[in-house]
T-cell receptor, first 112, second 111 residues
Framework: ETGVTQTPRHLVMGMTNKKSLKCEQH?????MYWYKQSAKKPLELMFV???????ENNSVPSRFSPECPNSSHLFLHLHTLQPEDSALYLC???????????FGPGTRLTVL | AQTVTQSQPEMSVQEAETVTLSCTYD???????LFWYKQPPSRQMILVIR??????QNATENRFSVNFQKAAKSFSLKISDSQLGDAAMYFC????????FGTGTRLQVFP
């Protein structure tokens, strides 16, 4: 596979569930990002990993927990989410020194 | 504050015609990149075109071109010979140390 992939593409979960979103990049990049996309809002940057270390956390609630085991993989662990967390979650990657980000297809998350 | 403003929530164009999507931004940085991304209904954000702020020449990618006015902090996207497949949400953004996006413009293309 090429580019940035994300699984699952759709996820429905209850507020008490625990689930994880997965992102994988095949571009040889060394920085990865999680974004949240809600209707009629700009993309919100959630987390940035550069060279596998978290460099930014934009005041995201602790019910979202990222993990970056290596430069190709990024996870977003979810627990006790709220209905307002329903959104499209996008993963992106880039070179650390690069300005251009490449996005995955996203996971559509619905919290019941 | 670093912001991006896309003042046109929706635009429409006839197939084969030309359309221009507007974008203004605000930053105090002098070194940055500007981007237009396209997000079709399939949801994947695809890079359409990018412009380095230090370059005066406007970027062009096939039917897509930009009008970059640095002093005015304006970065509009022109789509020539519009095609049905151009229908999507278009997001303008710039990148200093992080990527800042606007709220998007939904482009409809009519046959």
């Amino acid at each position: 596979e090429t580019g940035v992939t994300q699984t699952p593409r759709h996820l429905v979960m209850g507020m008490t569930n625990k689930k994880s979103l997965k992102c994988e990049q095949h571009l040889g990049h060394n920085a990865m990002y999680w974004y949240k996309q809600s209707a009629k809002k700009p993309l919100e940057l959630m987390f940035v990993y550069s060279l596998e270390e978290r460099v930014e956390n934009n005041s995201v609630p602790s019910r979202f927990s990222p993990e970056c085991p290596n430069s190709s993989h990024l996870f977003l662990h979810l627990h006790t989410l709220q209905p307002e967390d329903s959104a499209l979650y996008l993963c992106a990657s880039s070179q650390v020194s690069g300005r251009e980000q490449f996005f995955g297809p996203g996971t559509r998350l619905t919290v019941l | 504050a670093q912001t991006v403003t896309q003042s046109q929530p929706e635009m429409s164009v006839q197939e084969a015609e030309t359309v221009t999507l507007s974008c203004t931004y605000d930053t105090s940085e002098s070194d940055y990149y500007l981007f237009w991304y396209k997000q079709p209904p399939s949801r994947q954000m695809i890079l359409v075109i990018r412009q380095e702020a230090y370059k005066q020449q406007n970027a062009t990618e096939n039917r897509f071109s930009v009008n970059f006015q640095k002093a005015a902090k304006s970065f509009s996207l022109k789509i020539s010979d519009s095609q049905l497949g151009d229908a999507a949400m278009y997001f303008c953004g710039f990148n200093t140390d992080k990527l800042i996006f606007g709220t998007g413009t939904r482009l409809q293309v009519f046959p």
